[in-house]
């Protein structure tokens, strides 16, 4: 008997558990409370200090091979709108140290700014596949969200409405 009550327990407090981890679809970071941390830096980044810029935020990871086959996209974009306002910011999902990721962001010759999320960053995101993106516009309003890697071309399309303020006529798609 004390056998099924502690495995009802158990299953109960999973369900809970479950529901509680389950978020809101990210449509703006305004009133986020969540944050990540900079690889090279020892203070939290709340995610709504953004407020004002575009943001992409791509949550990765590096045992994830279409995260790893992006890189070379994000370090290109990065290169392409350093002096724009868009921000980069990779957040690893490989939960280790600050030390690991860092060495991580060498071996893998990342060049736009990585970050460690807090607790609260992963339960407002809800992350169940990466590479997962989420672009904001400058209102923290969110434009598009990818799951998997985003087609070149669909991204910069996003991007430049992103910079410009202006909403992307999204293709209609027949079934």
Not at 47 to 65: I, R
Not at 130 to 139: E, F, Q, T, V
């Amino acid at each position: 008997m004390k056998r099924k009550k502690w495995l009802l327990i158990a299953i109960t407090a999973l369900m809970i558990a479950g529901l509680s981890s389950v978020s809101a679809e990210p449509d703006s970071i305004r009133g986020i409370a969540a944050s990540y941390r900079l690889i090279d830096t020892e203070q939290d980044t709340p995610l709504n200090t953004h407020l004002g810029k575009p943001l992409l935020l791509v949550f990765w990871a590096e045992w994830c091979g279409p995260c790893l086959s992006e890189i070379p996209l994000l370090n290109e974009l990065h290169k392409k709108h350093q002096n724009d306002d868009l921000r980069i910011i990779a957040v690893n999902m490989d939960l280790t140290t600050a030390e690991n990721v860092r060495k991580i962001v060498q071996r893998q010759r990342i060049r736009y700014p990585v970050a460690t999320p807090s607790p609260e960053l992963i339960q407002h995101y809800g992350v169940s596949a990466i590479p997962a993106s989420y672009l904001y516009d400058r209102n923290g309003k969110l434009l598009k969200n990818w799951i998997g890697p985003p087609e070149h071309h669909d991204l910069e399309r996003h991007i430049a409405a992103a910079l410009s303020g202006e909403q992307v006529a999204e293709p209609v798609k027949k079934f």
